[in-house]
Every structure is written in structure tokens, then in C-alpha cells.
């Protein structure tokens, strides 16, 4: 059996680049941006007026005038409004572009206007207040937004601004979810006593679904030649396979059987964590995986945040970014298996993110996934765990 | 002019409960659950076997029996068998319902098979080993998940689990975005040199988004009278206007005196807040609100997560949640104006969150909006900030 390390090690090394498509912009939002955005223009464009105002040229107030004769009112938008005379002014809106005859904006908060002419108030003035000079933050040709990063409102509004109706991003992998078990229902049907409804594909889907994947789910019997069509169908018309069940030592366990028939390569079978131990992963070609998780609701979870998540922001061509927690409480777990145990995550006033460990009975149960936010993860080799330990954690909400 | 923490206040004091309803399951992500889910049977509904091996009877393996005939094999889902002698035993799965006849289960891994005679290897067993007791996790009625969360992954599973193809959720109220300005052009178009292209109306889309809404946009000249018709109008089809731009002190910042005209109430008009000072907020009757944002895109960013998102969260039913980080590095802001300063945050082992500071040049770059994760909230009343110290932050990504 391997470790975590190891089979974290062995899934990335595994990543993909499925190529890039442009996107409207207005659908691009948490995609996973392919090229890099530049400035089609200096910003801003034009020395900016930051305040509502007059603009002057400041030798003439530095001279010792203080009345400014108003020649004109120019609106963002507009074109330069200039003056010929030292001591006129014009009106000047925020966001218009100031001519070179100005080199001053008052704000109206600072003067005093009567019969077109502006006075200004007591107060220091000095020269380019109040106007965001052209280029101040970025030349035309500057780098805006570097690539490879996931989408944001921000970046959305970038793109708009130098005018990106479309954008590169990177290709999803197609993703086909296949949850096994003859005991397992649909969730509008009433399982007989010994029953359960099947809940797996839908919490795959809902987490595929923040990372804008949209895959495919369908629920299979143990049925071992059943599986294996499907799957060699299935390998046609999708990327990556998630399984769920059927991976065990059981009798009708046939998953590991039966893509070893379909000639998946076995890169690993079983991982010493717990939950989720008997993970199987393996790939078909370069860029065709099967990630076959335990059929236990979190032992999906988990093997999903913990090995798929990474391997898909790899295969996206996102940086790596690690998150840890320190304990709020004591506790214990006396087995030598590195545990994913679940925590509620919260912020102290200095930064700090803390995780209260909750007692959630193993791996069987799934109830106390809603007052959790993220694993943490905790090593093999320690059984007692002291509050204030800092540890790794995988966010799930 | 008021403070952030009046503004927050007269804001928070406003929010409004839209109301519920059913969307389907698969619909659910992101929602905000309006009803409390409770477990339709005990949890697990069964002594359910936790590995794969022989269901036993452990008085018979105390009285020295190590030798179990096979009397039968039971997967998941099929009704339990049962056996008279204490010395038999059944094959049972992963998942399998255990008959009252048995009391522990010893895994494939530490027996032999023979010949349909078990032998069960050295080792300690114990009563209920590798048993899920029924009950354990949760009786039936418990509670499972309260009302007023985020609908996540793990409450798509539970809700699955226990059969809801619906779930009731909150409202969300219908939002209309406005932009106004007669310099902006559409993101298809280009620009004069004095113009720019509207970017506003899709930043705030894309941030409605995650949170579900999905908004309606338009953008407006600086016209009074079609400004005036057309909010008129939106307030009979919408609850919330989201307003960029017109709410300064300029000639063509016709916004307050519309609002004024249409009934709106003000509630307050500028904050001491650096960028952001013009924000506008008011209510045209208990569940209808205006917020008018200046329209530099800076200021509408952090406008809309310090004010508008807090106001929706609220109003959607959920708990404040706050979030803080230190310093990275010192700086200086000679002003007296609250400053939501961007800084991109990282997370150290500790689990602290770092805040970087970047100089952004004051309110009107956004080009740094993509490099930067949060805004950080600075008091008025400080002028120096050194590394290590902690303050608010806001995320936007």
C-alpha cells in the first residue's frame, strides 16, 4: 500500500493540457484564463480629471490669481476643451480628459462659482492635483492579467475594458461520473429496508460544477459485463471516468477486473489514509484516467478534494496553493493510517484559521459534511493531536 | 458625510426576507436552504457491514471456533440471510445488511478459504467489529442540515440521501445593473481617445453571479429625463437597482436628484471611504433599494463586497462571517479617509493569512484587481501600517 505522498506524487505527474477555445466573455467566469491580457491603449488613456472641478493651469495661481474666467463645461467623453488665456478655466467633469493647456483640477468643493467666473478658496494646491496622468498605471502593450488564472469578476471587467468580447481559456476535460452497486436507488425511489438512495454522482457533480465541468453521470449494476461495455464505450466520448464502489475485496467488486480488461494501466490500488483506502487510479492514454473511489459518500469526498481537484488545476495549468489550519481541540485516532478527519473552519481576529475537530464515527458517515467545511489532514505516525498544531486542510465548501 | 461603520449599519438595517421556493435538486448549488433536512430513516438504516469477509457470531470464536462453514453469500441491497448455527457463517459486502444472528464481521484479510470453510487467521476480535451500528450517525428525524446555509456539495449528497428531488430556498430578490456616462462605449466598439469602454455592468454581473443572481443590464446616457422614465419604470420590475456613476458632485451627476424625484428615499450619500466617497443608498419602499455606486470601477468593486454582498447575505438568511489578515509589508496612507487597500493574500503554515500590500496608485486603477484577492480595511485615524498588524478583508476572488 502506498502512501498519500505517493499517490499524490503519482496523479500529478499524470497531468494534462487539453488545449484552449475562446469563450464570450459574459461565459467565461471561473474558467481558467489561456492567454495573457495587455493594455490596447496607456492607462488611462488621457491625463483624467479625478474630480468634479475646474482644470487651470496652476502659474497662473501660483502668480497670485485666484478668479478664473470659465470659457467652457467639458464632460467625460468630450473632446479637450483649451484655453488660451492663463487665467480662464474651464469646467471639468470626473473622467474627462484634460487638455495640455491645464495642469491643475479644483476640486468645486475648493471654490466658489458666480456670473461664469471661478474663485478659488484658501487652500494648497499643487501642480497634476486631482488628475491621474496618462499611463500612470499601465503603457499601452503592459501586461494586465497574466494567464493561467482562474476568471474573476475583476478580470471579467479588465477584459472589458480593452474591449475582449471573447477569451482564450483552457479546455475542460470531458468527465463521465459512473457510480456501482446493486444496492443503491434512485433518489425518487423508496429503498427497500437494505437499500440506499444513490447520492455519490450528485456530490460529484455539484463539486465538478464550481470548477464549470459539466459532466455526464449514469449508475451502473454489478453487473461485470455491463461495466466493462460501458466503460470501453465510454472511453470513446469522455477524457476521465470517475468511479464510485466497486473497488473493494468484495465478491462483485469487479472494477479493478474489469479495467484491467479494457487494458487501463494500474497505476496504483490502495492508499494508507482513511477514509477512502481502496482508491484505484489508472490511465488509458495520455490523456484518458479512471480515478475509481470507494463507494462510502466520504471516501468520495475526500479522494475527489484530495487527488482529482489537484489534478485537474495541474492539468489547468494552475499554481499549486497550500492551505493549513491549527486545532482548536485535543483529540485522538490510535491508527496507523493518515486520517481525513473533518473540520469546521473559522478566522480569529489575527488571521488565524482554526479547525474544530468534529467526531464523525469513521468513515461511514456523511451527515456531519454540512456543519464541516474542509478535511484536515493528519499524519500516520502521530495518534494524539494537541490544539494549537498547525496541519494541512482541503476546503470543501 | 458618515463612516463605513454608519453605512454598514443604515445598510444591514435594510435587509429584506424575498421569500422562498422549491427549485429542483440538481438546481440547488449555491442556493441558500430555507428549510431544515432531517434524516428519513436512522442513519446508517442497518447494521451495515463496513469491509468485505464472514459475518460470525463471536460467542462461537470465544468458545475456540475457528473454522466458520459457509452458508451463503450476501451483497449490498439483498435482504439479510441468516444461519442457525453458531459455527456457520455467510460471505457478507461492503455495505450489506447484517442479520440479528451476527455480531461481528472479520475482513477477507484475515482469513483463509477453503473448501466453503472459513478460517479465521490470529488476530483480536471484538463484538461489532467492522459493524456500523444502526442509528449511530443519526436516529430518523434527526437533523441533518439547518436551514440558512450555502447549498454545497455535501448538502446536494445528504438531500440525495435522504431522498429530496426539491429543495425550498430562499428568493432572490431581481436585480437590475444601470450604467451611466456618456463617455462609455460597448465592449464591441472602440473607443475615441477620450472615451472608454463600459466594464461596470459586467464586473457586477460576474460578482451577482456566484452569488446566483442572475441580473439584467443596461447602460444609459447622461440623459435626466430618459434616466428618470427608465429607473421609473425598473421599479416595478425589479428590487433591487444597482447604479455606476452620475452620484458625484458634476454637472451631468444627475442620479440623487432623479432618485429624488422617483420617491426614492435617501438614506445616506457619501462615506468616508477611500475609494468609493459618492456611494448612494436608498429605498423606494420596504423591499425595494437603490444602490448607486460612483463610477470609477475600483470604487464600484469594493463598493459592491463591502456593502451590497453583506446586504444580500443578510438578507438571504446568513450569519456575518469575518475575515482577517496581517500585514506583509509597511506602508504609508497620509489621509483621513477609511482605505480598502488591495493586497493579495497568501496563507503561511501556521495557517495565517498574509495580506501584501500593493500600491495601486489611488481609486481609478483596476488593472491591479487581477493580481490582488481582497480588499484590506484600514482605519481613517492611522496614517502608518506596519507588517504584522491585523486588519479586515473583503475577497474578491
Not at 289 to 318: E, I, T
Not at 387 to 392: C, I, L, M, P, Q
Request: aromatic share 10%.
Amino acid at each position: 500500500m502506498i502512501t498519500i505522498e505517493e499517490a499524490e506524487k503519482i496523479i500529478l505527474n499524470e497531468s494534462f493540457d487539453y488545449g484552449t477555445e475562446m469563450v464570450p466573455l459574459v461565459k467565461s467566469l471561473g474558467r481558467i484564463l489561456a492567454e495573457d491580457l495587455f493594455s490596447d491603449r496607456d492607462l488611462p488613456p488621457f491625463n483624467r480629471a479625478t474630480v468634479d472641478g475646474i482644470a487651470i493651469n496652476i502659474e497662473a495661481y501660483h502668480s497670485g490669481n485666484r478668479n478664473f474666467l470659465i470659457k467652457g463645461i467639458q464632460a467625460a467623453g468630450d473632446n479637450p476643451i483649451s484655453v488660451t488665456d492663463k487665467n480662464s478655466c474651464i469646467e471639468i467633469m470626473t473622467g474627462a480628459a484634460i487638455h495640455e493647456c491645464f495642469n491643475t483640477v479644483i476640486r468645486y468643493e475648493d471654490l466658489s462659482i458666480e456670473n461664469s467666473c471661478a474663485t478659488i478658496n484658501q487652500g494648497t494646491f499643487k501642480p497634476y492635483q486631482n488628475i491621474h496622468l496618462r499611463g500612470k498605471d499601465k503603457l499601452q502593450g503592459e501586461i494586465l492579467v497574466e494567464k493561467n488564472k482562474v476568471i474573476n469578476p475583476a478580470i471579467i471587467g479588465i477584459s472589458a475594458s480593452i474591449g475582449k468580447t471573447n477569451l482564450l481559456v483552457r479546455k475542460l476535460p470531458r468527465v463521465l461520473v459512473v457510480s456501482t452497486g446493486d444496492e443503491l436507488v434512485r433518489i425518487d425511489e423508496t429503498p427497500n429496508p437494505y437499500q440506499i438512495r444513490q447520492s455519490n454522482g450528485l456530490t460529484i457533480l455539484a463539486t465538478l460544477q464550481k470548477y464549470k465541468i459539466r459532466a455526464h453521470k449514469i449508475h451502473l449494476k454489478d453487473d461485470k459485463k455491463n461495466i466493462e461495455l460501458t466503460l470501453k464505450k465510454s472511453f470513446e466520448e469522455y477524457d476521465v471516468i470517475l468511479l464510485t464502489g466497486g473497488v473493494s475485496m468484495g465478491k462483485y467488486d469487479f472494477i479493478p477486473d474489469v479495467l484491467q480488461k479494457l487494458k487501463v494501466k494500474k497505476m496504483f490500488h490502495k492508499v494508507k489514509q482513511r477514509p477512502g483506502k481502496p482508491f484505484w487510479f489508472g490511465k488509458k492514454a495520455k490523456n484518458k484516467f479512471v480515478f475509481a473511489f470507494p463507494g462510502n459518500p466520504v471516501s468520495v469526498f475526500m479522494c475527489l478534494h484530495r487527488y482529482f481537484v489537484p489534478w485537474l488545476r495541474k492539468s489547468m495549468g494552475l499554481k499549486e496553493t497550500k492551505e493549513y489550519a491549527i486545532l482548536g481541540n485535543d483529540f485522538e485516532f490510535p491508527i496507523e493510517l493518515q486520517l481525513f478527519a473533518q473540520v469546521e473552519l473559522h478566522m480569529n481576529e489575527d488571521g488565524q484559521t482554526i479547525a474544530s475537530y468534529h467526531n464523525t464515527n469513521g468513515s461511514g458517515d456523511f451527515s456531519h459534511l454540512a456543519e464541516t467545511n474542509a478535511f484536515i489532514e493528519l499524519p500516520a505516525n502521530q495518534n494524539t493531536f494537541k490544539k494549537g498544531e498547525a496541519f494541512r486542510i482541503w476546503r470543501y465548501n
